[in-house]
């Protein structure tokens, strides 16, 4: 067909220019992108340099995603877990190396930021049993996890220690911590009382997210969300 004689002349062409370094690699991706949707639109049957333009596209976004990581010295998790699941991997093997080893040099200097995942329900059974697993926690962890639990409409005078906090976030109370979280998210017209505006700002006053994200990633997390309801003096 005459669309997919112009769609493979197009891919030609882009190629072309990338690979004779007449077209950044950014604009390549942007534009093959495109024109593989522009043929996925219109429902043909995949040809060999339709297949063959998907798999130069996806090598070229994973080998930007990993030397973008090793440049900022950032996003290396990501970067490398995208590769290492990746048909593609052993193609980026020394580049992946070379991100592992960016990482490791982060964390021995104490450099490392922690990727923050998503607070979600799907999620919140692995942040649980990184809290519940402190006997001790540090201050900042007590405080985010108190917030939270004041969030959820819990009162101050049932967290009066970690034993009761443990307890809220624990599998014994009922509804479980992830149901009341998912009715809270869904519940687009609950109520926030100046009160506990208040108390939580209170409590979080003296915690910022870098200082958090630096003792745990499941309480930095917990944080994030909260401060998506309350916005607290550092969103001011």
Not at 62 to 70: F, N, R, S, T, V
Not at 72 to 80: N, S, Y
Not at 121 to 136: A, M, N, S, V
Not at 137 to 143: R, S, T
Request: glycine residues 4%; neutral net charge; charged residues 35%.
């Amino acid at each position: 067909p005459a669309i997919e004689r112009k769609i493979k002349s197009q891919i030609d062409e882009l190629l072309a220019l990338q690979k004779g370094k007449g077209m950044a690699l950014e604009d390549t991706i942007e534009k093959l992108e495109v024109v593989i949707t522009q043929f996925e639109e219109q429902k043909l049957e995949p040809t060999r340099h339709i297949t063959e333009a998907k798999d130069y596209l996806e090598k070229k976004k994973l080998e930007k995603g990993l030397k973008d990581a090793i440049r900022k010295r950032g996003g290396l998790d990501e970067a490398i877990e995208n590769t290492e699941k990746s048909e593609f991997k052993e193609t980026f093997r020394t580049l992946i190396c070379q991100a592992e080893q960016v990482r490791e040099e982060l964390k021995q200097k104490g450099k490392y930021t922690y990727p923050i995942p998503k607070w979600t329900p799907e999620r919140i059974p692995r942040i649980i049993t990184e809290i519940l697993g402190y006997k001790e926690p540090p201050q900042v962890i007590h405080d985010v996890v108190l917030a939270a639990l004041i969030l959820l409409g819990e009162t101050k005078d049932n967290l009066q220690n970690w034993e009761t906090i443990r307890y809220q976030m624990g599998p014994q109370r009922k509804p479980a911590l992830r149901q009341r979280v998912k009715n809270f998210t869904e519940n687009k017209q609950m109520e926030i009382t100046e009160d506990a505006k208040a108390e939580i700002n209170g409590i979080l006053q003296n915690h910022l997210l870098d200082s958090v994200r630096k003792v745990s990633s499941g309480a930095a997390t917990i944080y994030e969300w909260i401060r998506h309801y309350i916005p607290v003096a550092e969103h001011n």
